[in-house]
């Protein structure tokens, strides 16, 4: 199934006092190099990774004094409940991205799923995205809100989104985005992060280690193993701050969904049978669901499309 989306929601002028979210961004230092999923590597010594830096502020365990202004935002939560007709917003998630001299695009991608019962702390992130793109886990998928909120104007650092499906281009959001925030369904529609600022010097790599903190005169600085690679005012790094919700249409739809848990044997019994209708002779199991083979033939038959007009991702140059 191709995924589509509405457009997400334009916000303007989202935080009266922009001095908040500075206290926060200093006291929330330092900021370490993005990995993960799109960019595992982690040999402390390579320099591997672009000045993509980030930090949770509220996840499952922790919540950053002050992150509130994010969290309970109600600008947000009543925006989030006119976008999917929806009575139940519950923030979960905060984080931040603050980029600077990476000459290609982020990766392309829809955000990575949740589904009752399983997620990233008990699933391997594969089988969720394919159990994303197979379509027969919709039933249990825990639908996410998403606001992306943006501190500066810098040089590029835009960004591209599909809402009208990964076969149509494109749509920017770029230029005049101090204090806008776009909130909309990032999990069913492509998007990626243009091409950031200051341009010129190519992309700047940095080690796993690297860290970037506010320095004394207000500047910020990338150390690297006690090499200072990269200075500069915050106003010149592109500052994202992320926002994420499950979203529920009534308090009943919640009771109902959140009864309907996802065990691993669920998921190989739900996937077996439709392997089974396609003709298709291999089968997984808690066995073999590490196999590289499996992953392949799996994400070959439940395949995840590739968004037209997308920039290279900065991850695939660093590979290459
Ligand atoms: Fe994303």
Same mark, same amino acid.
């Given at each position: 199934?191709?995924?589509?989306?509405?457009?997400?929601?334009?916000?303007?002028?989202?935080?009266?006092?922009?001095?908040?979210?500075?206290?926060?961004?200093?006291?929330?230092?330092?900021?370490?190099?993005?990995?993960?999923?799109?960019?595992?590597?982690?040999?402390?010594?390579? @320099?591997?990774?672009?000045?993509?830096?980030?930090?949770?502020?509220?996840?499952?365990?922790?919540?950053?004094?002050?992150?509130?202004?994010?969290?309970?935002?109600?600008?947000?939560?009543?925006?989030?409940?006119?976008?999917?007709?929806?009575?139940?917003?519950?923030?979960?998630?905060?984080?931040?991205?603050?980029?600077?001299?990476?000459?290609?695009?982020?990766?392309?991608?829809? +955000?990575?799923?949740?589904?009752?019962? @399983?997620?990233?702390?008990?699933?391997?992130?594969?089988?969720?995205?394919?159990?994303?793109?197979?379509?027969?886990?919709?039933?249990?998928?825990?639908?996410?809100?998403?606001?992306?909120?943006?501190?500066?104007?810098?040089?590029?650092?835009?960004?591209?989104?599909?809402?009208?499906?990964?076969?149509?281009?494109?749509?920017?959001?770029?230029?005049?985005?101090?204090?806008?925030?776009?909130?909309?369904?990032?999990?069913?529609?492509?998007?990626?992060?243009?091409?950031?600022?200051?341009?010129?010097?190519?992309?700047?790599?940095?080690?796993?280690?690297?860290?970037?903190?506010?320095?004394?005169?207000?500047?910020?600085?990338?150390?690297?193993?006690?090499?200072?690679?990269?200075?500069?005012?915050?106003?010149?790094?592109?500052?994202?701050?992320?926002?994420?919700?499950?979203?529920?249409?009534?308090?009943?739809?919640?009771?109902?969904?959140?009864?309907?848990?996802?065990?691993?044997?669920?998921?190989?019994?739900?996937?077996?049978? +439709?392997?089974?209708? @396609?003709?298709? @002779?291999?089968?997984?199991?808690?066995?073999?669901?590490?196999?590289?083979?499996?992953?392949?033939?799996?994400?070959?038959?439940?395949?995840?499309?590739?968004?037209?007009?997308?920039?290279?991702?900065?991850?695939?140059?660093?590979?290459?």
């Amino acid at each position: 199934m191709l995924r589509y989306a509405d457009l997400p929601i334009l916000l303007e002028n989202v935080f009266p006092d922009i001095q908040k979210v500075h206290e926060l961004l200093e006291s929330e230092a330092p900021y370490t190099p993005l990995g993960g999923w799109y960019n595992p590597e982690a040999d402390t010594h390579k @320099r591997n990774r672009p000045m993509w830096f980030q930090n949770d502020w509220v996840h499952d365990v922790y919540q950053a004094e002050g992150s509130e202004l994010f969290l309970h935002n109600p600008v947000y939560i009543e925006t989030a409940k006119s976008f999917y007709d929806a009575e139940i917003i519950e923030p979960h998630s905060v984080y931040v991205n603050v980029m600077a001299a990476i000459e290609d695009g982020g990766p392309a991608h829809t +955000d990575n799923p949740r589904f009752h019962g @399983r997620e990233r702390a008990n699933t391997p992130m594969w089988l969720l995205r394919a159990m994303l793109w197979s379509d027969l886990f919709d039933d249990y998928e825990i639908v996410q809100a998403t606001a992306i909120w943006w501190l500066d104007d810098v040089e590029g650092g835009g960004l591209y989104f599909w809402p009208d499906g990964p076969e149509k281009p494109p749509h920017h959001h770029v230029g005049s985005m101090a204090n806008t925030a776009l909130i909309g369904d990032n999990h069913g529609m492509f998007h990626q992060v243009g091409p950031v600022g200051p341009f010129g010097k190519g992309t700047i790599l940095v080690t796993p280690a690297a860290e970037l903190s506010p320095s004394d005169n207000g500047e910020w600085v990338v150390m690297d193993h006690n090499e200072e690679i990269y200075r500069a005012p915050l106003r010149n790094y592109r500052v994202s701050v992320l926002w994420k919700a499950n979203v529920f249409k009534s308090l009943d739809e919640r009771e109902e969904k959140s009864a309907q848990s996802l065990s691993m044997q669920d998921v190989t019994n739900i996937f077996n049978e +439709d392997l089974e209708e @396609r003709n298709v @002779r291999i089968r997984l199991s808690s066995d073999n669901i590490e196999d590289s083979e499996i992953i392949a033939i799996l994400t070959g038959i439940y395949n995840e499309p590739k968004p037209i007009n997308a920039l290279r991702s900065v991850f695939e140059t660093i590979r290459a």
